[in-house]
């Protein structure tokens, strides 16, 4: 017997059809033969809501209240999923993170996992049942619930999947795969057939939803090899129904969504196409400090005070010195932009926030190889009168930040430079 863990999204799980579909799939890849340990998100919006909820009642509200709150969510869909596949005759237990056996921090809001203690799964399977876990919740030492962050559900399947030595780790969502861009906004935007873990966190980090960068560094920590996929289209299609025969029909089954996603992998074949994707993240803003000493010292005591406070920092510019003075400007999350220039401004009288900028990426492992690459993106840029802020590159990616009233057409022409159509 195989043991398959498969994640849907909220959008695959959105409204009573939606459960019933997923129960579906679930429930033939049960029948199938295997042991299913299926992990579901809230509903559609409902995580956004229950945020909303809380807003209208104490705009700031304590994180662990918010934790009790949120992982409610997804206590919801395992409840509704475990009675559809109920409905449909197969054995089955919802069960919340602290039953699964996972064991976080106490970072209420952005909780690591600990532990999974696999006992209660274990024997779940062992009884021939299907187990539908709460997705991105868990328990800490003070016998808290916590949760894993935005996304993170991605991270409660890959996580079962290698505590309990899964043989597939399937995430279903409301796309064909990962594609060379977000294919809700460019229209030729292909699916990749592979990845690898290393390109992939890359593009996760960089802004592509698709899988949580979490979930994908402990993918490649455990070496789970993810198969993302869509759970949308599902089994046979109607002209399926007609033209193959009922042992084809019968593997589309077996094979559970039966449609091929992207594996998220070591290792994958060379390809020709050695840019993997292209991203775009809107969380992100520029500080700018204007006329700091040109003395050293300076950027170790503006970095280490962010540092102390945990806040990260992404693209780093220091500008040519003059008059002894210099400006050093660098991105962080939006959400802590205004942490940010309080924590600044008394030591350096001028510090400017622009929370108007994005971030736009190309990702793909080789980059050194292809020297080209950098000038590409930029002509494409160029192409469209695209003002570039800031560059940072690495082996793997090179990000621009420009003003985010071009971020669109700047995705679009910079896809279209690399995958042309
Ligand atoms: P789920 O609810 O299943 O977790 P998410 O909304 O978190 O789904 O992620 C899926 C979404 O990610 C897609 O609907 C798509 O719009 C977005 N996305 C962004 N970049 C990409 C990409 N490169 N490939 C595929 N999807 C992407
Ligand atoms: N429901 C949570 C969110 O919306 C977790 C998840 O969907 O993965 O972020
Ligand atoms: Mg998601």
Redesign the pocket.
Known sequence: MALIVQKF????VANADRVRNVAKIITDTYKAGNGVIAVV?AQGDTTDDLIEKAQEINENPSKREMDVLLSAGEQMSASLMAMAIEKIGCPVVSLLGWQAGFQTSSSYGLARIRTINTERMEREIDQRKIIIVAGFQGICKYDDVTTFGR?G??TTAVAIAAAMHADRCQI????D????????KIKN?QKLEEITYDEMLE?ATL????LNNRSVEMAKKYNVELEVLTSFQYGPSPIDEILLTDEQIQAIKNNSAGRAGTIVKEKIAMEKMFVR?V?KDNDTARISIVGVPDVPGVAFKVFSKLAAKNINVDIILQSYGHDGSQDISFTVSRTNADAVKALLKDDYGTVLVDTNVTKISVVGAGMETHPGTASKMFEALYGEDVNILMIATSEIKISVLIKEADADKAVAAVHAAFFPV
């Open positions: 999204g909220g959008s695959s998100s996304g559900s991605d279903f969502t409301d796309v795969g990962v594609c060379t861009a977000d294919p809700r935007a593009l802004g592509a939803q698709v994707g991203t």
